[in-house]
């Protein structure tokens, strides 16, 4: 019996359908026209024009679940039904955004649904639903360790009518991207109240507000991930109107958790299907390389590692799909140790399956001419995202500790 509703069941052929027609043919192009552009982080026409085809296909903003479709096209998908089609969206790094589903956005996009006043809605969300922009989330700072969320100390300060802000963040993903007009940030407007969890807020910055400098780009293993991109960023006397909060002062921390969950499992999604196209192309390429008389396939070594990367990816698949029922059922908070299971089990179990088809493709895996090697930056820089793993661990052991003892 399926897993997936019969709702599902049609978004995942349809979408499969547009990935085989106008996401796979392309891949060459999209990164031929990266490389000729003037400005990396810059739009690209191919998007645009692939973005057109996307809505037109009624494949657009599919991450939407159902106790927010009133902000959808559609009726809303549980976790279980999208993440097959994460999934599919994984295994062309770039092609999440042709669906209006690529992180950060996403989360920003609930963050705004969830804790938004109808006039934050109207300016930044409607936009942000129709692809017009993107956003970042600023939460990670250079000088402290950010992996305590609550030892953020960009401040945030009340003058009159305003919120001022001063501080650094860095990673900061979508910064670098010109069609970027919205950031959330988070810092400390109550740094001396005796409950640490209330210390942050949240406010909403515009792109073009006076004092806010992106200092840099950023790179992770060598890939700026443009046009994307992350950034390092100063906010010097950065004022903003008051109602540019979110929920409220001392929400931050709240807000965070709201949504860190739903972003930490999508990652997840689409990691599991870099990892399967990983395998399907080494899969072929042992089929059609031979060494010492032999294909690359028959030799035992090589059918041990396909065998393990094809167990390891069905396992993190069943957990992750355990975890979305979680989800649906109980709500992200009470899921946090599935959740907590499934990011620090998946990206480890991406990044080892990549390394091995990696190697099966010998020095060419190590290029672009695949896309295993972006992938795989992919994979480890997810063990930081979103919180680093020893954080979940620690997190993860004390529940179960607790829940046993």
């Keep these: 019996m399926s897993e997936f509703s019969d709702t599902s069941l049609q978004y995942q052929a ?96 609930e963050v705004f649904m969830k804790y938004g006043t109808a006039e934050q809605q109207e300016r930044w969300l409607q936009p942000l ?50 069609r970027t007009r919205i950031f959330i940030v988070m810092g400390k407007s109550d740094p001396h109240n005796e409950n640490r969890h209330k210390q942050q807020s949240q406010v909403l910055v515009p792109r073009e507000t006076p004092g806010l400098e992106v200092v840099r780009p950023l790179t992770t293993l060598g890939y700026d991930d443009a046009p994307i991109g992350h950034a390092e960023l100063r906010f010097d006397n950065v004022r903003v109107p008051a109602d540019h909060i979110l929920l409220g002062p001392g929400r931050g921390f709240e807000i965070a958790q709201g949504r860190l969950g739903p972003g930490r499992i999508h990652h997840c999604m689409r990691l599991i299907g870099a990892a399967q196209r990983s395998l399907e192309l080494a899969c072929r390429r042992v089929a059609s390389r031979s060494t010492f008389g032999r294909t690359l396939g028959q030799h035992q070594s090589v059918r041990e590692d396909i065998a393990r990367c094809f167990s390891e990816i069905e396992m993190m698949r069943l957990l992750v799909l355990k975890t979305c029922r979680r989800m649906d059922e109980v709500g992200a ?73």
């Design 14 to 109: 349809r979408l499969g359908a547009f990935m085989d027609e106008h996401i796979y043919p392309r891949e060459r192009e999209y990164a031929e026209a990266l490389h000729r552009a003037e400005d990396r982080f810059a739009p690209l026409p191919i998007m645009d024009e692939l973005k057109d085809k996307a809505k037109a296909a009624g494949l657009w903003n599919l991450f939407i679940p159902p106790s927010l479709a009133q902000f959808a096209e559609h009726d809303g998908l549980s976790n279980v039904d999208y993440a097959p089609l994460a999934e599919m969206m994984g295994r062309v790094l770039w092609s999440p955004e042709v669906f209006n589903c690529n992180a950060p956005d996403t989360g920003n996009m």
């Design 129 to 178: 639903l129709a692809g017009e922009i993107r956003s970042s989330y600023a939460m990670t700072e250079p000088q402290v360790a950010s992996s305590d969320a609550t030892n953020v100390e960009l401040s945030i300060e009340r003058d009159g009518d305003e919120w001022v802000l001063n501080g650094r963040k860095w990673f900061i993903t979508n910064a670098m991207y010109q």
């Design 333 to 405: 908070k009470e899921a946090m140790d599935m959740i907590a299971a499934s990011k620090t089990s998946v990206p480890i179990m991406a990044q080892t399956v990549i390394d091995r088809c990696m190697q099966m493709h010998g020095a060419g895996g190590l290029t672009e001419d695949y896309p295993m090697a972006e992938a795989f930056n992919y994979a480890r820089w997810c063990r930081q995202a979103d919180g680093p793993d020893q954080v979940h661990q620690m997190a993860l052991g004390k529940q179960i500790i607790a829940r046993y003892a």
